[in-house]
C-alpha cells in the first residue's frame, strides 16, 4: 500500500454479523464468521469481539430465547484475520438453565485446525422469587463524560480494535506512564451500535479497556487475556447511543500474571456486569 492510499474501511460488528454462515460439518453443528484486521489486538482478534460472536454462534444453534447470564472464555492460542468456525454442543438444558459449549477453530498455514478459545456459556430465564432486589449503587467518577481524557487512535501503537470504540478515561493512569494507581474508569461505546442489542454489547464493552496494571510500568510491554469469566445482567437501554463505563480494579500482581475485576455500567448506570481475567503480561 503506497503512502496515498486510503486506509481500509472498517467493518463494523453488525457487518461481520450478517456475514455468518451455518455449516453442517459432521454432528456438531458450526457457524463461520469473517474477522477483519481492523478487529486486531496485536497478533490476536480482541477478544471480546470474538466472545460476542461466540454468543451469537450459542444462540443461532441453541436458541436466543433465555437471556445470557454468565460467560467463562478461555483464551487458547491467537486467531488471525479471515475465516473461523464456533463449533457448538448443547450440554444441557432443564427447566429453566440451557449449559452451552463452543469452541473456535481455525485453519493454520498447512490446513490444520487449531483451537482459538474454549467457551462455555449459561443462559437462564427470568423465574419467581421470593429475593428483594439488590442493585448496586453507581457511584460517580473522578471527572465526567465531557472532561474525561479521550484517547486517540495512533495507527502501529494502540490496538487496531480500537478503531471501533470511544474511549474517555475518567480516572486511574495511562498505559505505560509509571502511575501509581491500580485502577480505572473509563467512558466507552460502540462507534456503531445498529444492529448489535445490549447483550453482545455488554460482552464486547467489558472486554474493551487494558488492565489497570499496564499503567505501572514505564515503556511498553504486551499483555494477553488468559482466561476471562463474566456474569451479566439482563439490562435495558433508554440511551442507545451513549457511554457505558468500564470500572477494572487490579487485585493481585505477582509472576507475570494480573487478576483483575471489571465492573460495567451502562448509559443509564444499571450494573450490566461483572467480568474477572487473569491477564499475561509480558514484561
Known amino acids: 500500500m503506497?503512502?496515498?492510499a486510503p486506509a481500509p474501511a472498517l467493518v463494523s460488528l453488525s457487518q461481520l454479523l450478517s456475514r455468518r454462515?451455518?455449516?453442517?460439518?459432521?454432528?456438531?453443528?458450526r457457524i463461520r464468521f469473517h474477522v477483519t484486521p481492523d478487529w486486531q489486538q496485536g497478533r490476536t482478534t480482541f477478544g471480546g469481539l470474538l466472545s460476542a460472536l461466540v454468543v451469537q454462534a450459542m444462540r443461532d444453534v441453541c436458541g436466543a430465547d433465555w437471556p445470557l447470564r454468565a460467560l467463562q472464555t478461555n483464551f487458547v492460542g491467537p486467531v488471525a484475520p479471515g475465516a473461523f468456525d464456533v463449533e457448538v454442543t448443547l450440554l444441557r438444558?432443564?427447566?429453566n438453565i440451557r449449559q452451552v459449549q463452543a469452541r473456535v477453530v481455525q485453519a493454520d498455514a498447512s490446513g490444520a485446525e487449531q483451537t482459538g478459545g474454549v467457551l462455555l456459556g449459561v443462559f437462564g430465564t427470568g423465574r419467581e422469587s421470593g429475593l428483594p432486589e439488590l442493585r448496586p449503587v453507581h457511584e460517580p467518577a473522578a471527572k465526567d463524560i465531557d472532561s474525561a481524557f479521550k484517547w486517540a487512535y495512533v495507527p502501529n501503537l494502540t490496538p487496531a480494535f480500537t478503531q471501533h470504540f470511544e474511549f474517555r478515561q475518567a480516572e486511574g493512569g495511562l498505559p505505560f506512564t509509571g502511575?501509581?494507581?491500580w485502577h480505572s474508569r473509563v467512558y466507552t461505546r460502540l462507534n456503531a451500535v445498529d444492529?448489535?442489542?445490549n447483550e453482545l454489547q455488554t460482552v464486547l464493552l467489558a472486554d474493551a479497556g487494558p488492565t489497570p496494571a499496564l499503567a505501572r510500568l514505564r515503556g511498553f510491554a504486551p499483555a494477553s487475556s488468559v482466561s476471562w469469566a463474566l456474569e451479566l445482567r439482563p439490562v435495558t437501554l433508554a440511551d442507545t447511543l451513549g457511554f457505558w463505563r468500564v470500572d477494572k480494579e487490579a487485585l493481585a500482581t505477582g509472576?507475570?500474571?494480573v487478576n483483575e475485576k471489571t465492573t460495567l455500567w451502562t448509559p443509564e448506570g444499571q450494573m450490566a456486569?461483572?467480568?474477572?481475567q487473569?491477564?499475561?503480561?509480558y514484561g
Open 278 to 281: 487473569v491477564v499475561a503480561v
Open 255 to 257: 509472576e507475570g500474571y
Open 179 to 181: 502511575a501509581d494507581e
Open 2 to 4: 503506497s503512502e496515498n
Open 195 to 197: 444492529g448489535v442489542d
Open 21 to 29: 454462515q451455518q455449516l453442517e460439518v459432521g454432528a456438531t453443528p
Open 273 to 276: 456486569a461483572l467480568g474477572y
Open 93 to 95: 438444558q432443564g427447566k
